[in-house]
């Protein structure tokens, strides 16, 4: 079956310190692989994704993914995070193919300390 | 504009109530999406429409009706719900059901069932 699987549940950082926050996926056809953000008590928001071209995406608020096709990982990382980035991150997967079916993994809570 | 809007943004109901979700949106998109997220928990994908016909019903009880009356609007009908069923509803909405399309979501209701 096709999952997504988040390794970090809850990561708790200090304010500057580096992030990365795996993701990996189990489909070996052409996937869309997108990371959404969850902030307390406000909506989903992209924060970038990866259709195709560049492995290396860039995002909104300083947030870039790394799409590692042999590994089938899509890693989001940030250099220095701050308090603001207080979150629960998502990583999804959508498959190709007309669906529109979304499958995300558990998401990872991250706190960052001022 | 990438706005998905949804009312009410909050609802409580008894079991035996009947009672709708609004979602709506005017980027002209024509793939229109809810899911059911619980607390702490990823959005998982209850239904989906394409040019206003249901495309996906991910074996949604028959409690939970979906309408989508034109491309703009998506509503969610909900008859003798359970205490379970409380949860955040959202609705989300893509131009095309196509692979390289992205989900806008909306803020959500917050839906208890008592």
């Known amino acids: 079956a096709q999952s997504v699987s988040q390794h970090n549940h809850h990561v708790i950082l200090s304010e500057a310190a580096s992030l990365e926050l795996g993701c990996n996926y189990s489909?070996?056809?052409?996937?869309?692989l997108f990371w959404y953000v969850q902030y307390p008590g406000q909506h989903l928001q992209l924060l970038l994704k990866?259709?195709?071209?560049?492995?290396l995406v860039k995002g909104i608020k300083g947030f870039e993914a790394e799409f590692i096709k042999s590994k089938f990982s899509f890693n989001l990382r940030k250099p220095s995070v701050q308090w603001s980035d207080t979150a629960e991150y998502f990583c999804?997967?959508?498959?190709?193919?007309?669906?529109?079916?979304?499958?995300f993994g558990q998401g990872t809570t991250l706190q960052v300390k001022p | 504009d990438t706005e998905v809007t949804q009312t009410p943004k909050h609802l409580v109901m008894g079991m035996t109530n009947k009672k709708s979700l609004k979602c709506e949106q005017h980027?002209?998109?024509?793939?229109m999406y809810w899911y059911k997220q619980k607390a702490k928990k990823p959005p998982e994908l209850m239904f989906v429409?394409?040019?206003?016909?249901?495309?996906i019903n991910e074996s949604v009880p028959s409690r939970f009706s979906p309408e989508c009356p034109n491309s703009s609007l998506l509503n969610l009908h909900l008859h003798a719900l359970q205490p379970e069923d409380s949860a955040l509803y959202l609705c989300?909405?893509?131009?095309?059901?196509?692979?390289?399309?992205?989900?806008?979501f909306g803020p959500g209701t917050r839906l208890l069932v008592l």
């Open positions: 989300a909405s893509s131009l095309l059901l196509a692979s390289g399309e992205t989900q806008y």
């Open positions: 999804a997967v959508r498959p190709s193919g007309n669906t529109g079916k979304l499958i």
């Open positions: 980027m002209g998109h024509r793939a």
């Open positions: 990866y259709f195709s071209g560049d492995p």
């Open positions: 489909y070996g056809g052409t996937v869309n």
């Open positions: 429409y394409s040019y206003e016909k249901l495309s």
